[in-house]
């Protein structure tokens, strides 16, 4: 019996010990990445995540918080995740759709019978995939205040965004012929969370999200009724210094952008879009399906063409299927690239605005897509 154990032991050897070196990538490889600005004590950086095969292979913080306090970034520091929050808005509706109390064609006006006849052609649907045609409200917003500073202009938030677009008219396209991004739509999905459920929006994502997936320390900001732990605080760079730009007239607005979190509570998010946690692998297919206007492929402005389902963006990256999406604001930076086939995700948020997560994100990616290339 021993001799048969001791002949085995070298076969097992290879077999467990081999394996893995194929897609090993380390974590000093990862680090190479970071430039050594964002590893400075005395300014903004950024947090960062690599979760490969289900496990988290790197995590690591860089720069500080705020220039006050200069409080180390870590994995449990809160970040703006900006239009990153999209794809939990997005889930908020599927929720309520997976409940019975929604359908993706229910029409605005179903939902808002005040809303002008405009609305009676934009669906649910056209709302969650950026083909609503709706008028962007920062615009709209500006154009209440034509000669006043940025800095002075007071905070709208989602509600007020719902109401300006009530005193429209028109829409910029009819619902479904184009695509358009437009943070007006999401604003406006957040509404719909509030009016289906009977909750504010940042009560049914803590409900049905945050407190599910034990994200301690994820909110929807409102400030006078909630704090952020851990507090990243976001920065610009502007005459030779770093100056502390962390809010501006759009950033009370929570649908399409006003979620914090940390790298450590993004990890359990994504564990339960990867385990279909909330929803079943069927339920989200809607989400991962790219949309198709009727006046041709979707794309931005510039001609770029651009695949988009409900809060995600699912253009492929060197031929390996993806869905991501960014996140911009006054003072952040943030990104979620994630490639299921791949078993690969990558996060990185920042609280200054002179990078790009993306380009970043995906260098690392590339390490790891090209260690499975070579297997």
């Given amino acids: 019996m021993q001799r048969r154990l001791l002949s085995i032991l070298p076969l097992l050897c290879l077999l467990t010990c081999a394996a893995p070196v194929h897609s090993q990538v380390s974590s000093s490889q990862i ?4 430039p050594a600005g964002l590893k400075s004590s005395r300014a903004p950086g950024a947090a960062a995540l690599v ?3 289900g496990r988290t292979v790197f995590r690591r913080g860089y720069g500080v918080t705020d220039l006050r306090t200069r409080q180390a970034i870590d994995e449990h520091t809160n970040f703006r995740l900006a239009s990153f929050t999209k794809q939990f808005t997005a889930a908020c509706i599927m929720l309520l759709v997976h409940d019975g109390k929604l ?16 609305g009676h052609s934009i669906t649910v649907r056209n709302l969650l995939n950026h083909t609503s045609g709706l008028q962007d409200y920062e615009d709209l917003l500006l154009k209440q205040y034509p000669n006043m500073p940025e ?16 005193q429209q008219t028109t829409a910029e396209f009819l619902a479904g012929t184009r695509w358009e991004y437009s943070n007006s739509g999401y604003a406006v999905l957040a509404m719909i969370v509030e009016k289906i459920s009977g909750k504010p929006f940042g009560q049914f994502l803590q409900e049905r999200i945050f407190t599910p997936l034990k994200m301690k320390n994820t909110l929807a900001y409102e400030e006078g009724k909630n704090k952020v732990p851990h507090r990243a605080y976001g920065h610009t760079w502007k005459d030779n210094a770093w100056h502390e730009t962390d809010q501006s007239p759009t950033s009370a607005v929570l649908g399409d952008g006003g979620i914090y ?3 450590d509570d993004l990890a ?12 079943t692998e069927a339920e989200m297919q809607p989400a991962l399906t790219p949309v198709q206007p009727a006046d041709g492929p979707a794309g931005f402005p510039d001609g770029k063409p651009v695949k988009y389902g409900f809060g995600w963006f699912l253009d492929p990256y060197q031929g390996h299927k993806r869905m991501s999406h ?7 930076l943030t990104t979620i690239q994630r490639f299921p086939e791949d078993d690969l995700t990558i996060i990185i948020l920042a609280n200054r605005t002179d990078g ?5 994100a995906l260098k690392i990616a590339d390490l790891y897509l090209a260690k499975e290339k070579a297997r």
């Fill in 51 to 53: 979760v490969y095969n």
């Fill in 31 to 34: 680090d190479a990445l970071f």
């Fill in 268 to 279: 359990k998010w994504d564990g339960a879009l990867r385990l279909h946690t909330l929803l």
């Fill in 103 to 118: 359908r993706y064609d229910d029409r605005l006006t179903d939902i808002f019978p005040e809303f002008p006849a405009y």
């Fill in 151 to 166: 800095e002075k202009i007071p905070q709208i938030h989602d509600a007020g965004v719902l109401k300006l677009l009530e």
């Fill in 261 to 263: 979190s940390s790298i």
């Fill in 326 to 332: 960014d996140g911009s604001t006054i003072g952040f």
């Fill in 356 to 360: 790009d997560p993306e380009v970043l």
